[in-house]
């Protein structure tokens, strides 16, 4: 970023600090993905509250599931001549273009939750979790679960393209290697939606002589698994018994569904991508400060012995 560029806006953080008026220091916009789940209703709610917190300017848009619209809405922050752009990217490729222009522009771009395909001097940095690891930790707990035991396993995935959906694919299979009493025998994409996730499992417990031949199901989000808990109670099986449910985000939801029995695991991803993004950015425009190009954010398994009602009483009221 220019020097000059740099000076006005570490002024304007500078001022902010000095005031107590609620005065707006720098505009970032955020390019939303959509409202495809809990947890990511959980991360707009947080990111406003990040901003707010900092007294900064948070220009919203909301981009229906479509890079379209989310290349359409960086490449109006960019005419609006805003201060920074914070991107959830709905996919990983196709990005080249309008990182460029934001970079010629001499606007810094914040990657949040998701990565892209694209050369890493076209963002400033990357707040996600390690994608992989969370889909290997999955992994490494259902195959701890069913030792020696065979197990067919059905994978609903995450949004065809979309970063989470190739790294936690690849985590999982990662993490059961070497045992090959666990199978993957079926996978299809469930969008990170309830209702595409109970479709699928239908479809899949169909498919699987109504189920007596899966023995897990391993779903990217947990709105997904929730979806397949319900297609597996109205198949007349017993959901975290009969057919086992493993997945990632950790939402309030799937306490519940720990709590009754009906799901086993899941990694939890923290919503506050923003606090960090903000942070970094902060630094960068007060003193150049270039922050690594990954901010890992932390993965914790949960299972049905760590108290799953008290984490959804802990975690009901925090945005999803
Ligand atoms: O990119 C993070 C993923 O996107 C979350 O796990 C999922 O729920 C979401 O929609």
Redesign the pocket.
């Known amino acids: 970023m220019k020097l000059r560029r740099l000076a006005v806006l570490s002024a304007a953080f500078a001022t902010l600090a000095a005031t107590t008026v609620a005065a707006s220091a720098i505009t970032v916009g955020f390019s939303q993905?959509g409202s495809?789940?809990g947890?990511?209703a959980a991360e707009t709610t947080v990111t406003r509250q990040e901003a707010e917190k900092r007294g900064i300017d948070l220009k919203f848009a909301d981009a229906q599931q479509k890079q379209e619209n989310q290349i359409k809405a960086i490449r109006s922050f960019i005419a609006q001549g805003i201060d920074a752009i914070l991107v959830?990217p709905v996919v990983a490729t196709g990005w080249d273009a309008v990182l460029e222009e934001a970079k010629d522009a001499d606007i810094p771009v914040i990657l949040l939750?998701?990565t892209v395909d694209s050369d890493k001097s076209l963002y400033l940095t990357a707040v996600t979790s390690d994608l992989v690891h969370e889909g290997k930790v999955a992994g490494e707990w259902l195959a701890k679960d069913v030792g020696t035991n065979p197990c067919n396993v059905v994978e609903l995935q995450?949004t065809t393209g979309?970063s989470?959906a190739i790294d936690r694919k690849k985590g999982f299979e990662e993490g059961i290697a070497g045992h090959d009493n666990i199978k993957i025998t079926r996978s299809q994409t469930g969008d990170?939606t309830r209702t595409k996730g109970k479709e699928v499992m239908e479809s899949f417990l169909r498919a699987e002589d109504g189920g007596k031949n899966i023995c897990a199901v391993y779903a990217?989000?947990?709105?997904m698994a929730v979806g397949a808990i319900q297609a597996i109670k109205e198949a007349g099986l017993k959901p975290g018994t009969d057919i086992k449910v493993v997945s990632?985000?950790a939402v309030p939801d799937i306490f519940l569904a720990m709590e009754a029995g009906e799901a086993n695991a899941t990694v939890e991803?923290t919503p506050n991508m923003a606090g960090p993004a903000f942070d970094a950015l902060k630094a960068y425009l007060d003193s150049g400060t270039e922050p690594p190009k990954w901010i890992q954010t932390e993965s914790k398994l949960y299972t049905q012995s760590d108290d799953p009602k008290a984490v959804y009483e802990a975690k009901k009221d925090l945005g999803y």
């Open positions: 993905i495809e789940s947890w990511r959830a939750d998701r995450g979309s989470p990170f990217h989000n947990d709105d990632i985000d991803l």
